[in-house]
């Protein structure tokens, strides 16, 4: 029994994640009209980890994966088409740990492992899509906090002041 050719596990790695995403997975290689067979290029369209705590959550990353010809032993180039629901840095942050993840699990092939490690991510990080009433309702109650806030240091600084006073005005009365 021989050991599969890079081209056989591409193959093979493509069938799989087609399987268990379906529609959500891209072939980019089908645009270009060619019987040659060609390395990986494929986008996944990948949400949070599905639980009980997260209902209806819009958030999404369209994730591209780029291989070379001797991929998987060497890593693919990783990349993010869209980034929906997930702030600026924490995608920078993600992207720094896919390519580190590719590094690490050279030889080995890996599209499945960077999108499960996509998904936690997004399940961890995630921020919620909020109407604009929604942010001005929230905007509203942490003014009104901060407000209250305020207001008790205040009250906190003349109770405070007014205890000073009268421990020094019984400190003035013992020394007559």
Known sequence: MSEETTEERQDNELAA???IYGEDVTDNRTSVQSKAWRPLDIQLKLYPHRN????DVDCYIILNVKCCSSYPDKPPKISFKKI????????????????????QHCGEVMIFELSQHVQQFLHDHHKPILSCYEEMLIQKREMEQSKLHNIQSKTNEEVLKQVQSVSELR?????N
């Open 52 to 55: 009980s705590e997260i209902k």
């Open 17 to 19: 994640l087609q399987a």
């Open 171 to 175: 400190k003035v009365q013992n020394l």
């Open 84 to 103: 929906h629901g997930l702030s600026t840095d924490n995608g920078n942050k993600l992207l720094s740990e896919l390519k580190a993840l590719a590094s």
